[in-house]
Each structure stands twice: as C-alpha cells, then as structure tokens.
C-alpha cells in the first residue's frame, strides 16, 4: 500500500492560478508564493455572500490518539460534493511542525484526499507560523525591556507576567526555565518557559480577527500583568501592537492550494483544539464563503472541544452561520471506547463497537444543542467488517440520524459521494440563522462553564480550586465576565480524566485556574494537565524524514 506521500508524488499539480479560475479570480489579485501556492487579499471577502452561502462543520467522537480522519474526511468531503456538482471549498487549519516531526505526523489529509502540495504545507508554507513566532516573541522582549528599563519603566511586577516565548518544535527542555541570567544587564532573573506557537494568543489572534484594523485593536488588548501597585498593564501600554502587526501583515492573509483532486482548498492558522479554539481563521471561512457556494471545514478533535468552540466562540464572535454538522466516527475508536485492547484496534471487535457507541452517542446529543442538523460519516478502513458497521448504523438509524461509509483515503471524491449526498440534502433543508449557540456571552463566568461541562461532557458538577476562585475575582475586577469560555481538557475522554474513556457519568469537572486571553477575548478554564509544550516520542518522525539530491522528500506523513 503506497504512504501519502508516494500517493501525493504521483498528482501532477496545476498551476495555482488555474484553481483560482474555478473561483472566478483574477490572476492578478493573486500574491504567489511559487507556481502552486498563493496568499489571497482581504478585498475579496464579501460579506454578502458568507451570509448566503452554506457552512459545514465537520467535527469527530473522542479521538485515538492516532486521530479519526476529520481533515482526510472534509478533503474526501468536499471533493465528493464538486464530484455531485456542488461547487465546494474545503477551509483548513495549517500544520505546526511540532507534531510533523513528533508522534502525529502532517495535518494535510491522507491517501487519496490531501491538500497538495503536501511537503510545502506540512513544513514552511508561506511563513505564516515564523510570523507568529516572530510577533510573539517582540512582544516578551518588549516586556523584559521594560522591566530593565530605567527611564520608562511602566512598573511592571515580574512575577505577574504570565507571557511566555513560543517555539515551533516539540522540546521539553523549553518548557520551564529561568531567563535573566549573568548580571544586572541582562535583565531581571524570573521563571518563564516556552510554548508550542500554536498554543500562542496571538495564533488565537490571528484566528479571530476580521481585518488588520481589529487584529492591531486584539494585539493591543493581550493582558500582560500588574504593576506592583495592582494596576493591569496590556499590549497597548507596552505601544506594541503596531510592530507586532506589522510582523503580521501577511500571515493575515489565507492562503489558496488545491486539493488531489484539483478542488481549491484554503489553509490558514492552526491552533490547538485542546487549549485554544481550534480552528482556522474567521477571515479564511469567510474568504471561502465568498468565493463558493459550499465550504466545508473542520474544528480539532471530539465535539467536545473544537465544535464546542467552533460554536460558541468563532460563530457566535463573527456571525458565521453554520448549516450542518458532520460527525466523523471510526470502528477502531468504539472499539477503543468500548474498552477494546488499544493494541489491537484493527482486530475484529463487534462487543466492543457495540460498548463503544454510548460515546458516539453522546457526542450525537452535543449536536442538538445547536439546533442544527448532523450526518454521521463512517470513515472506513480495510480491516472494518460489515457486522462493525452495521451495528454504528443501526444505532444512528434508531436515533434519528444516518450514518454513511466513506471510503475517502482509498477512494478520495468518488468514495464520498454518498455522504455529499446526504449532507447537500441536510444542508439545503436548513434555513438561514437556525444555529443557535449553546450561551449568551453576558451570563456570568461560573454559569457559562457550567453549561459546558454538564450540557457537552456530561459532568454532573464545576468544582473550582482556590487558584481558580482567586482568579475569577481578577476577571471581574478587569471587566472581562463577559467573555466566552474556552475550555482547555483532555481530548481523551469526554471528561477532565484521560482514562475515562467510553461516555463517563456521574464526574465532576475540575477547574484549576483561569487564564485571561483579553486579545483573544476568551477565558480559558484548566483542567487537568494541559501540556502546552509536547516532547518529542522515543522515536520521533523526524528519523524517517530525508531528502535526496534532487530535492525529493521522503517519509512525511
């Protein structure tokens, strides 16, 4: 069986102002990053359109930890929707090479549905992530400058300052550390670390402005500390949000490539589901609704969490309105949730499928806190038996949603034609504003959390540390209650607990603290142990990774 890779080598690419031409684009409005890449301009988007034109989500269950397909499954997705006639544009969230080169591999689908040209997308790209990175990092050195600084010095009380440095590589020796080092010239000796860039605000940033203007207005609201009389200092104070923007000037823009089967595809952004919102850009939906009639996206891992946010967050801030949701289940992830052996998912398991789907079940429910309507999507594999599939569809069919095969890594567009089908059908059916979010913004933090953790994950109770306590009366004493909530847990588990696996009842959430992401403008709630910084696996994939003389990659997947 070829790897993607070998499988994305034997596509001849078309140049990319040829897939612009199926959005009706003027070569000319086009900033090309080579013959098969391009950053889109801001002018394009048409709100008009992004009001008229139909969203869907595609979301998952909880998750392997091999993942269940949501990126290879709106790639086969959308493919398959241009193959019935629908003129459909996939929206994606850009790899961080920290899992490239760690344990999850690339981001850009599989087999026969991958957004090409794969090795770009999964490395460089057009420079969106070193941008990031860049802006970041001004900002922390900006922060230490002025801590040294005696002439202006804002009076900033070191051991407030929360903002740490960002690196796009899995390194634990990063993750705590103590800067300031060597003397009084080097600035003030403080404890600080690194995180992965996608786990930055200002990805979070980036990903939730509407134009240059609002992303500057973000950049200046980032909360940076106190000063040692107790008063807040921000971005704006420090008179960085103007560089830091300007480091940005082109990572705004959503980037335009095309798809195995020569579908446009746009990819832009990329943070973490588990602690940011995980999902692509505002700008870059919106780009897609304004130059398709269809857009096809995705939100990272379980509905618990990228949906959620999707929802809650990026539709519910921007005005987005979403027509459908696609929710993408595996065989081998109920019979992991069924308490099948992890080792031997591939293993015929019917007990175990069947034990497994109260999780599929749950994340069905999620679906209809939304008001909108849900299609399952079976994403195959060969060693899945009809017995397996036939028991998932069932259950759908006795809930009241269909449950469709698809065959989208082995047979890309074609193996999806039936779940395009049914979603057209879902779809069209669903008028315009039906989505509904799961709360108002304006109701107060702990109830807003509360509506989360028993209404998504099915907890029977919040319960708040002193920590967390302490930092609910920051939020209130700097106004930011009205912010929506982005929960940081576990992908894992429909709980805070990685090891509860299936549908878990009967559990309490527990919150350990609330970070303040005012640029962002969210809250994020702790649970459990969120890692913001992964280590690299005793074997990483960056050893099979290479390349020969004649610039010819080898080992992404």
């Given at each position: 069986?070829?790897?993607?890779?070998?499988?994305?080598?034997?596509?001849?690419?078309?140049?990319?102002?040829?897939?612009?031409?199926?959005?009706?684009?003027?070569?000319?409005?086009?900033?090309?990053?080579?013959?098969?890449?391009?950053?889109?301009?801001?002018?394009?988007?048409?709100?008009?359109?992004?009001?008229?034109?139909?969203?869907?989500?595609?979301t998952?269950?909880?998750?392997?930890?091999?993942?269940?397909?949501?990126?290879?499954?709106?790639?086969?997705?959308?493919?398959?929707?241009?193959?019935?006639g629908?003129?459909?544009?996939?929206?994606?969230?850009?790899?961080?090479?920290?899992?490239?080169?760690?344990?999850?591999?690339?981001?850009?689908?599989?087999?026969?549905?991958?957004?090409?040209?794969?090795?770009?997308?999964?490395?460089?790209?057009?420079?969106?992530?070193?941008?990031?990175?860049?802006?970041?990092?001004?900002?922390?050195?900006?922060?230490?400058?002025?801590l040294?600084?005696?002439t202006?010095?804002?009076?900033?009380?070191?051991?407030?300052v929360?903002?740490?440095?960002?690196?796009?590589?899995?390194d634990?020796?990063?993750?705590?550390?103590?800067?300031?080092?060597?003397?009084?010239?080097?600035?003030?000796?403080?404890?600080?670390?690194?995180?992965?860039?996608?786990?930055?605000?200002?990805?979070?940033?980036?990903?939730?402005?509407?134009?240059?203007?609002?992303?500057?207005?973000?950049?200046?609201?980032?909360?940076?500390?106190?000063?040692?009389?107790?008063?807040?200092?921000?971005?704006?104070?420090?008179?960085?949000?103007?560089?830091?923007?300007?480091?940005?000037?082109?990572?705004?823009?959503?980037?335009?490539?095309?798809?195995?089967?020569?579908?446009?595809a746009?990819?832009?952004?990329?943070?973490?589901?588990?602690?940011?919102?995980?999902?692509?850009?505002?700008?870059?939906?919106?780009?897609?609704?304004?130059?398709?009639?269809?857009?096809?996206?995705?939100?990272?891992?379980?509905?618990?969490?990228?949906?959620?946010?999707?929802?809650?967050?990026?539709?519910a801030?921007?005005?987005?309105?979403?027509?459908?949701?696609?929710?993408?289940?595996?065989?081998?992830?109920?019979?992991y949730?069924?308490?099948?052996?992890?080792?031997?998912?591939?293993?015929?398991?019917?007990?175990?499928?069947?034990?497994?789907?109260?999780?599929?079940?749950?994340?069905?429910?999620?679906?209809?806190?939304y008001?909108?309507?849900?299609?399952?999507?079976?994403?195959?594999?060969?060693?899945?038996?009809?017995?397996?599939?036939?028991?998932?569809?069932s259950?759908?069919?006795?809930?009241?949603?269909?449950?469709?095969?698809?065959?989208?890594?082995?047979?890309?567009?074609?193996?999806?034609?039936?779940?395009?089908?049914?979603?057209?059908?879902?779809?069209?059916?669903?008028?315009?504003?039906?989505?509904?979010?799961?709360?108002?913004?304006?109701?107060?933090?702990?109830?807003?959390?509360?509506?989360?953790?028993?209404?998504?994950?099915?907890?029977?109770?919040?319960?708040?540390?002193?920590?967390?306590?302490?930092?609910?009366?920051?939020?209130?004493?700097?106004?930011?209650?009205?912010?929506?909530?982005?929960?940081?847990?576990?992908q894992?588990?429909?709980?805070?607990?990685?090891?509860?696996?299936?549908?878990?009842?009967?559990f309490?959430?527990?919150?350990?603290?609330?970070?303040?992401?005012?640029?962002?403008?969210?809250?994020?709630?702790?649970?459990?142990?969120?890692?913001?910084?992964?280590?690299?696996?005793?074997?990483?994939?960056?050893?099979?990774?290479?390349?020969?003389?004649?610039?010819?990659?080898?080992?992404?997947?």
């Amino acid at each position: 069986m070829p790897t993607d890779i070998e499988i994305a080598n034997q596509v001849e690419l078309k140049p990319i102002t040829e897939i612009a031409s199926q959005l009706k684009l003027d070569p000319a409005k086009l900033e090309l990053y080579g013959h098969h890449k391009a950053k889109l301009p801001l002018s394009l988007i048409d709100l008009e359109k992004t009001k008229k034109n139909k969203l869907i989500l595609v979301t998952a269950i909880s998750p392997t930890p091999a993942g269940e397909g949501k990126t290879t499954m709106s790639i086969g997705l959308t493919q398959g929707m241009n193959r019935i006639g629908n003129q459909t544009t996939v929206v994606l969230r850009e790899p961080s090479l920290g899992p490239v080169f760690g344990i999850k591999g690339g981001a850009t689908g599989g087999g026969w549905s991958q957004v090409l040209p794969m090795e770009d997308i999964n490395l460089h790209f057009t420079g969106d992530f070193a941008a990031i990175e860049k802006a970041h990092n001004l900002l922390a050195a900006v922060i230490d400058n002025n801590l040294q600084s005696k002439t202006r010095s804002l009076n900033i009380d070191p051991r407030t300052v929360e903002w740490k440095r960002v690196f796009d590589m899995n390194d634990r020796s990063l993750r705590d550390i103590v800067i300031g080092l060597g003397g009084t010239g080097n600035s003030i000796p403080r404890e600080t670390g690194f995180d992965i860039t996608a786990a930055s605000e200002i990805m979070a940033i980036l990903c939730l402005s509407t134009s240059l203007s609002n992303l500057k207005e973000r950049l200046g609201n980032i909360f940076v500390g106190f000063t040692f009389d107790r008063q807040p200092i921000y971005c704006r104070d420090l008179n960085a949000q103007g560089a830091m923007a300007t480091l940005l000037k082109d990572a705004i823009k959503p980037n335009l490539v095309q798809t195995i089967e020569h579908t446009p595809a746009i990819i832009h952004g990329g943070p973490f589901a588990n602690i940011a919102q995980g999902t692509n850009t505002v700008i870059a939906t919106r780009m897609g609704l304004s130059l398709s009639d269809y857009v096809v996206t995705e939100a990272g891992f379980g509905s618990d969490l990228g949906a959620e946010k999707f929802l809650d967050i990026k539709c519910a801030g921007s005005g987005l309105d979403p027509r459908c949701i696609v929710l993408v289940a595996t065989i081998r992830a109920l019979k992991y949730h069924g308490g099948g052996d992890p080792k031997n998912l591939t293993e015929p398991n019917p007990d175990a499928v069947a034990n497994g789907l109260a999780n599929l079940d749950k994340h069905l429910e999620n679906t209809k806190n939304y008001n909108l309507p849900s299609v399952v999507a079976i994403n195959r594999f060969v060693t899945d038996t009809d017995e397996e599939i036939a028991l998932v569809q069932s259950r759908c069919e006795q809930l009241g949603f269909k449950a469709v095969i698809a065959d989208i890594w082995g047979k890309g567009g074609e193996g999806a034609e039936d779940l395009a089908r049914e979603v057209s059908t879902a779809v069209d059916a669903t008028p315009p504003n039906t989505f509904t979010p799961l709360y108002d913004w304006n109701l107060p933090v702990k109830e807003k959390i509360s509506k989360i953790a028993t209404s998504i994950y099915g907890a029977e109770s919040v319960e708040y540390t002193s920590q967390a306590q302490k930092d609910l009366r920051r939020i209130k004493k700097l106004g930011l209650e009205n912010l929506p909530i982005c929960m940081a847990k576990t992908q894992k588990s429909l709980s805070d607990d990685p090891t509860k696996i299936g549908r878990p009842e009967g559990f309490q959430i527990t919150v350990r603290e609330i970070e303040i992401a005012a640029g962002a403008g969210f809250l994020i709630p702790i649970t459990g142990d969120m890692m913001r910084m992964p280590g690299l696996p005793a074997i990483p994939s960056s050893e099979h990774i290479d390349i020969d003389d004649n610039g010819k990659i080898s080992g992404l997947f």
